[in-house]
């Protein structure tokens, strides 16, 4: 925000005397010192619209009464919000946006929590003098998830606005004049656009509803959980809605977590995956070739027995774990202790979808004050976004990228191989070719390397324009890994102004299981392996002294699998087979035994020997750390019908192994107890548990004690799965309400212009 | 002497008074019924077992706006919506109640979901009849409370009465 700013002007709002910033609009000022403004078409962070006219309010010496929504505070000026030519005001304005609106509350999915009910309640009037007909027209269907309802609307625009500055899709306009207005989609009766689903929620009334959720029930009916999102990793705090034990609705009205109301198509309408019917529901352990039904004590039973014998004959190196995404950080604390204490080896990893732990391992000890928050890049003075597709890939990125630049007039500078949607917000853009963002970033920071002359002419003047900012937040993807990493800090910490990082990873927890060490080579909190300090620290807190030999790497795992080196692979949550395409045929020959925790039956899944099934985000607790560290408690909004938490199982399996003399029985029994251990023994997360507890968020920023100048990863262990707005690795095929728009079948990134959408671009 | 006439006369006061109502009573016709020998006279406004009314057309008036469910005091109505579609009209409007249960054995008969119903939809018919030997047959579907369709022939309506059984 501009410095000028900040001077405070004093004005009079009914007898009462505020001082407010200069340049405060009256029904902002109104709403800080707790008198009523009624609005309809004012919404913070929107342009102003006047539209609806219910905010008036008399100005002395001022003969007609004005929009309080447009009308800036001025010193002495004499405003009253509560007269009798006021009220007046508003009856009569409630009386003409009544004119058209059906009374068909009863059947309107608005009604409860319909802003135009409430003031027809507060304000409103019990008769209306207009005789005429009203008008009316048929109700569309927009997309399988958006319907409108032109009656019902009363012409505020917010969708318009919404979809237009805060997507910046523009998608909806207004067609038609006067009264017989109507806000119109972009294809001739349809959408083509995100499907974010911000115009239904934003709705003051009925007019715009989700076919996800309409006339299923009422908005009274319902329980609501506030947790996070099961998809991406920027970590959107969703208020479920619940209703016997089924989620039907998924949005955020109350503006609550990082994310205000934002949410996109995957956090709004990605929920139904919990009930699909793919869900596998029992264990299942394969006899005779076959997988069948079995009972919880008899799988883990099984697992225990299977994984001691082959502990015992192939020795700790043949077994090895592969850890999840999606799973919370008590789980995939657990899963650390259960590889390197209770099976005794140090091959665990997981698909990193970004280089979390060389963004750790290069600013060391500066994490503290380097890692970025959600907010702090809407706060920034300058973004850089490199080798990601923010718009697609990290949708609350781009948001509060596209708000800083609105409201902030933030510089955004983009590295990226082709086309991006945010260019239309960049100061400068970049193109390199693809694979090349990392070399980009190696000239940004040392001053060489073969780009040839016009990147390298444009990376000159990027680097010169950088140089100028003061505050700047730095935002990669995948492409920028190991070395990379390291020479985009060295590069940053080399502007003049504050410099802060975000690495962008795929899903709702990669952060998380990088932190919580999911790794050959590193300990919870990116602590090296190799350091004899931390292995006896973590292995006299598990009750087993940690092996020092660094484990394999997923790839290798795999390979070793395939070779018949790896005899056991224990898989949570996660389909390295698809992931790392591994080409096996029904059964991975050289595996004795290979167990998975899964909630469908992913490629992996089908040639698993044992499978346990597992609860879903939304049906369990425990926190998540989103791709900016910030941690988030999720909650257990409803009880699964068959899985259990991935944190039960390994507990239980945790236990039974060590009564076959593997590793030491845990005494913790809730996440909730793991946290605490969490919170007191992994670097980086001492974060006030209160501030988890009422629903915030609290940032993490792990890294080891010092900066390690020679941490490096293969470029095949860093990559993206390019997930886009309507995909989401394995779990986006069970999402049937996302994958039922149109959108949803095209791919952004495809080749084929015809496949590429205006919208996107 | 005439004390034993004042101490007849009253007697006689005090007999009069206490058979007054019975006397003038035994000429009358008798209030009570002969339940369950004979059908149940109603008074027109009885608030019994609830119907689910349907329209003209044979549609159910229920839209499923859970105002009912709402204002009732003993939380005994479940209910679940869902939409019409066109080749499954149930009800006039966009939606329709897929599940309409009332639970009996919590009901108390107080006849604010009638009074809440926007469409006059549910109304309080006649039944009375609740005692079951299983308490989970107290909860009525929507399929007992609904109104027949077609209307069955001559059905005897509250003005005159009907046998017991067939009440509603």
Redesign the interface.
Known sequence: MAETETKLISFTLNGQKLSVPAGTLVIEAAKQAGIEVPSFCYYPGLALQAACRMCLVEVEKQRKLATACTLVAEDGMVVHADTPAVHKARKDMLEFVLTNHPLDCPVCDKGGECELQDMTFTYGIDHSRFIEEKLHYPEEKWSPIVFYDAPRCILCFRCVRVCDEGMDVKALGVGARGVTSVIIPNESGQLACEECGMCIDICPVGALTSGTYRYQTRPWEMKYFGTACAHCSNGCKTTLSIRNNEILRANNRDHSGINGEFLCAKGRFGYDFTTNAERIRQPLVRKGGTLQPASWEDAIEEIARRLKQAHDTHGAAAMGVIGSNHITNEESYLLNRFARTTLGTNNIDHHRTADYAGLATALGSKAKDSMATMAQIEGASAIVLIANDATQQNPLVAWQIRAAVRHHAAHLYIIHAGPLKLQRQAAQSVDVPAGAEGRAVGWLATGSGDLGGKITGELEKFKEALAKEKDVVILFGANVRGAAVRNLVKFGSGLSGQTRYMSLGDYSNSRGAADMGVFPDRLPGYAPLSDANERGRWGKLWGKEIPPKPGVNARQMMQAALEGKLKALYVVGANPLKTFGVKAPDKIAGLDLLVVQDMFMTETAQRADVILPAASTYEKDGTLTNTAGEIQMVRRAVDAQGPRSDFDLLRILIHQLAQLGLGAAMKHRTPEAVLEEIRQNVRGYDVSIAGLLTGGTEQATSAPAAADGSYDVAADLVFSSQDDLFTSGTLGRYCSKLNSTKESKERPWSSSPTTQSWWSR | MASVVKEFFRTFVILYKGFKVTFITMFKKPTTENYPAEPVHFQARYRGIHVLQRDENGLEKC?????C??ACPANCIYI????NTADNRISD???YAKVYNIDYSRCIFCGYCVEAC??DAITHGHGFELAPYDINAMIYRKEKLLEPWPPPKATPRPSTPSPVGATR
């Open positions: 839209v499923a706006c859970f105002l469910a709402a679940e919506a869902a939409e409007a966009d939606r926007p469409t």
